[in-house]
């Protein structure tokens, strides 16, 4: 069965830093094209980062150059860096595999997601 | 650049059909046929029921249906049932940095 399953999220100070992993099952992350898609409290989705099996990486403009996209294929594993957090960033953090296009993103399968709170 | 726009709330009795639309631009929506629609029951993740305007992945009931004229793309739910009560997303390829947008989302009832 194909599955993804988050974790790492949590209550953090604004400015701080947290990394939210994504373990896959039933399918290979190296050969695969994962994203993470955000959702603020009663809010939308909204697109946050892509990483593509080249290991290429792209990201939203509000998080560019403090969140990093990485993956460990030994553990089939994708993961988050988010680092100088702000308030705006909190939300459930979803991460999803897309389709292996770059201009016709659909995303399927979604982990459950992972609660994320900037607060002090 | 803007979300997709779609209705906050759509509703329909059991058994019958609703249309749930997603207007954005021709940088987006108008010029490509890469919109893909999904369903969001609450504290639930999001599940793709519609990609590439048309296209329905496998074991997606074809009660649902998606079609696109101009700037604006439409999911059809026929048969109504109370499980479809959800909020549902649209979302499109775009030329702007952001490569991908979401729609607002639209909450449907099941009345």
């Known amino acids: 069965e194909v599955q993804l399953v988050e974790s790492g999220g949590g209550l953090i100070q604004p400015g701080g830093s947290l990394r939210l992993s994504c373990a896959a099952s039933g399918f290979s992350v190296s050969s695969s094209y994962m994203t993470w898609v955000r959702q603020a409290p009663g809010k939308g989705l909204e697109w946050v980062a892509v990483i593509y099996s080249d290991g290429n990486t792209y990201y939203a403009d509000f998080v560019r150059g403090r969140f990093n996209v990485s993956r460990d294929n030994s553990k089939n594993t994708l993961y988050v860096e988010m680092n100088s957090l702000r308030s705006e960033d909190s939300a459930v953090y979803y991460c999803a595999r897309m389709s292996s296009t770059w201009y016709d993103p659909w995303f399927d399968p979604w982990g459950q997601g992972t609660l994320v709170t900037v607060s002090s | 650049q803007s979300a997709l726009t779609q209705p906050a709330s759509v509703s329909g009795s059991p058994g019958q059909s609703i249309t749930i639309s997603c207007t954005g631009t021709?940088?987006?929506?108008?010029?490509?046929?890469?919109v893909s629609w999904y369903r969001q029951h609450p504290g639930k993740a999001p599940k793709l029921l519609i990609f590439?305007?048309?296209n329905r992945p496998s074991g997606v009931s074809n009660r649902f249906s998606g079609s696109k004229s101009g700037n604006t793309a439409s999911l059809t739910i026929s048969g109504l049932q109370a499980e479809d009560e959800a909020d549902y997303y649209c979302?499109?390829?775009?030329?702007?940095?952001?490569?991908?947008?979401f729609g607002g989302g639209t909450k449907l009832t099941v009345l």
């Open positions: 590439d305007v048309t």
């Open positions: 021709s940088s987006d929506v108008g010029d490509y046929n890469y």
């Open positions: 979302s499109s390829f775009t030329t702007s940095n952001t490569f991908v947008l």
